[in-house]
């Protein structure tokens, strides 16, 4: 049977027509059977009852807060243990690993119970107890297998007078202390775990955030650390370490100077990124993406367009410099695994074929490709590349020959960024190729004012759920800088979608992610805030995309007064007062949870991106209004409306139209500055600081070229136009 507009239907066996049987229809039928009407009289009022005992059976986690990622297993019961005089006990000869995972307990705890949580070697009458089952195991191997057996996971049990966790590896006591973390619950003033039992695995054994080291800013060693610090709440286990030419290596002197990481550097991030359980993968790029390189005039004649941005694959030297990088980049990287990159070869079929004397870009391209993996394998590392298949240069489905010409034992990593309603073409042939796959979607800010948390997440789902269809082994969640301007602080919503959704087997529940996300991240009162604050902010970003189009962060910056954009968009004025509402109510949540001072890490760059999507809406709805200023006056206005038009509404000293964008841009540009040097290095800095020096610089002249107007006008007189008038960029 069928549920259908409340009523109950059946399903003729005949046909394929579903016939409803509403509850009048039934009493027709059965109109004179007094039996029936009776059943019926006492069904009906049983109703209700029936609906509260399903409520009160309903699992008893309903109740309790909600855990990101969402464990494979649990069962809650009644009891509850009291964290007053909590103490942690590490079994006999514990590794320092096991220590790292106790201490981080001990200090959570701490931080909630506002009293000292001691870790001793001796089991404790009201204590939680470590118990590592097997070896150390702290990071992924060449070629791990998730499940309730893996290496990563754990049991978990709270009891009213104790609590255990059993994990075969100190990874998983790792993952169980992320779980208690969260589990923590309060009632009248008492802090408490609630009685339960977890088992808990995960669904992909491979857990990777990439991070952009060269397309925009250079994060600080310090701001690697709190995004590694940040990613194992939720369960990662892989950081690419993305570098195209910024890794310091011996013998390459001029290669971004200024511009790069120490051997030193990586050296502190792999040891503070292993102390969490999480392996740091070098990913590079070994074919395309090396301008950087070929910028130095050292080495423009190794490319295959000088001073471009590919290598040219038959010069000899050029390979000498890529044995020793990989040689190099090997042994400074202890990680199972090796990126060599190989995407978005834009130049191989204009440049890279002719430079190498006439080959077939794809033959080209997979001699590159087998040639670089070959390398890397006799360095003790598996291979890994990007796999174009229809994102960047497209190059499978342009020479889809390739396929079966791929090494068995190379890990394809296809990407894509964009939501589709199929995502099997990007997975489905590597798998009947049985090339080992781990797929790529995006965190998408890279272009933005603030991220697009709804396209992100929907990205992340659709792609996950297709390629497990086809057996990937994990995930690589991308986080691309490339306008150079992101505030990726503002993107860690996405890093932790991204890292649960890999975890669990369920699908995320997308419609309460900000919620659950702030709860299990925040303390009660800000959560509040901020998941209503990104809830306004997506929304406001996801308009302003539909408004203004691709890459709003440069929209930000286009000249708002020419004519074709004030046609264009005329039409849109409400959509940027949307945009603002949504925005400042964002805003206001942030501001409040800003001023409860619990968070300076995350919540600033929130608001600032707030700010910027307000300050977009304003310059456009402003510049429309101005625009409209100019058609009311026409041709030769009375200077008494030029003086109220021109001067009072959109040039006045103060309280006007252009000094409140101005005020705006100088006290944002500060803000901005600000929150880029709490994250990065000053690298770029300069070159994006010039566009908000640009935005001010813009509106002030067109105050004065109006001021220069408004001080000669005379009645009579011909107004210039706005196109006249309006600064050129």
């Not at 009852?49 to 855990?67: D, E, G, T, V, W």
């Not at 502190?268 to 392996?279: L, P, V």
């Not at 590349?385 to 342009?398: C, E, H, K, L, T």
């Amino acid at each position: 049977m069928e549920a259908e507009s409340g009523e109950m239907t059946v399903r003729r066996k005949d046909s394929e027509s579903v016939q409803p049987i509403g509850w009048r229809a039934v009493k027709l039928v059965y109109r004179d059977c007094a039996v029936f009407n009776c059943w019926l009289r006492i069904a009906k009022s049983m109703v209700p009852l029936l609906l509260c005992l399903f409520i009160l059976m309903m699992p008893l986690q309903a109740a309790h807060r909600p855990l990101v990622p969402r464990p494979q297993q649990i069962q809650y019961g009644n009891g509850k243990l009291a964290l007053k005089g909590i103490a942690i006990s590490l079994s006999s000869n514990p590794a320092p690993e096991d220590r790292v995972a106790a201490d981080e307990l001990a200090s959570a705890l701490a931080e909630i119970t506002a009293e000292r949580v001691p870790v001793v070697s001796r089991t404790a009458a009201h204590g939680i107890a470590f118990h590592r089952t097997g070896a150390v195991d702290a990071l992924p191997g060449p070629d791990d297998r998730p499940g309730p057996d893996s290496r990563e996971s754990y049991t978990l049990r709270v009891s009213s007078s104790s609590a255990e966790i059993r994990a075969p590896s100190s990874a998983g006591l790792y993952y169980a202390v992320q779980t208690i973390r969260q589990l923590v619950e309060e009632t009248a003033g008492e802090k408490f775990l609630p009685e339960v039992e977890i088992h808990d695995w995960p669904a992909l054994a491979y857990r990777g955030f990439m991070m952009d080291m060269s397309h925009g800013p250079l994060p600080t060693e310090e701001e690697i650390k709190r995004q590694l610090d940040f990613l194992a709440r939720w369960k990662a286990n892989q950081y690419y370490f993305y570098s195209e030419a910024n890794i310091e290596l011996r013998g390459y002197p001029l290669i971004n100077l200024g511009a790069r990481y120490s051997q030193p550097q990586i050296r502190r991030i792999i040891d503070y990124a292993r102390a969490r359980h999480i392996d740091v993968v070098p990913c590079l790029e070994l074919y395309g993406h090396l301008h950087d390189v070929f910028r130095v005039e050292r080495y423009a004649d190794l490319s295959a367009l000088p001073h471009g941005g590919e290598i040219n694959p038959r010069n000899p030297q050029l390979q000498a410099l890529l044995h020793d990088w990989v040689e190099q980049l090997t042994a400074l990287f202890p990680s199972p695994w090796f990126h060599v990159g190989m995407d978005e070869p834009w130049e191989l079929e204009k440049a890279g074929s002719q430079a190498a004397g006439g080959v077939e870009p794809g033959k080209l391209y997979i001699e590159q490709l087998k040639s670089i993996t070959t390398l890397v394998r006799q360095f003790g590392k598996r291979p890994m590349f990007w796999a174009d298949v229809n994102s960047g240069a497209r190059i499978f489905a342009r020479y889809p020959e390739l396929f079966s010409q791929l090494p068995k034992d190379v890990i394809a990593v296809p990407w894509h960024y964009h939501v589709q309603p199929d995502y099997s073409g990007f997975v489905a042939p590597f798998a009947r190729e049985k090339v080992p796959e781990v797929f790529a979607p995006g965190i998408w800010c890279w272009d933005e004012i603030a991220p697009d948390f709804f396209r992100t997440f929907e990205n992340i789902d659709g792609f996950l759920a297709d390629a497990r269809k086809y057996g990937t082994m994990g995930m690589i969640n991308t986080g691309w800088t490339d306008a150079s301007q992101v505030l990726y602080r503002t993107a860690l919503p996405g890093m932790a979608y991204g890292a649960a959704a890999a975890w669990q087997q369920e699908p995320m529940n997308r419609a309460q992610f900000f919620a659950e996300y702030a709860a299990a991240f925040y303390s009660a009162p800000v959560a509040a805030e901020v998941a209503s604050a990104l809830e306004t902010l997506a929304k406001a970003q996801q308009l302003a995309e539909t408004v203004l189009g691709a890459e709003t962060i440069f929209r930000l910056w286009d000249d708002p007064l020419t004519q074709a954009r004030l046609e264009r968009l005329a039409a849109h004025r409400e959509s940027f007062r949307t945009i603002r509402l949504l925005a400042e109510d964002a805003e206001e949540h942030l501001a409040h949870a800003l001023s409860l001072h619990e968070d300076t890490y995350s919540i600033p760059s929130l608001l600032l991106s707030a700010r910027m999507l307000d300050y977009a809406g304003m310059r456009y709805i402003y510049s429309l209004e101005m625009a409209s200023y100019f058609n009311t006056l026409g041709s030769h206005p009375s200077r008494a409306d030029v003086q109220f038009y021109v001067g009072w509404e959109s040039s006045s000293r103060n309280h006007s139209r252009i000094m409140d964008l101005m005020d705006e841009v100088s006290d944002l540009r500060e803000v901005y500055r600000s929150a880029w040097l709490s994250e990065y290095t000053d690298h770029r800095l300069g070159s994006v600081m010039g566009r908000w020096n640009a935005e001010y610089e813009y509106w002030r002249r067109f105050e004065t070229r109006l001021w220069d107007v408004l001080h000669s006008f005379k009645d009579g007189d011909t107004l210039p136009a706005l196109e006249e008038l309006r600064p050129r960029m």
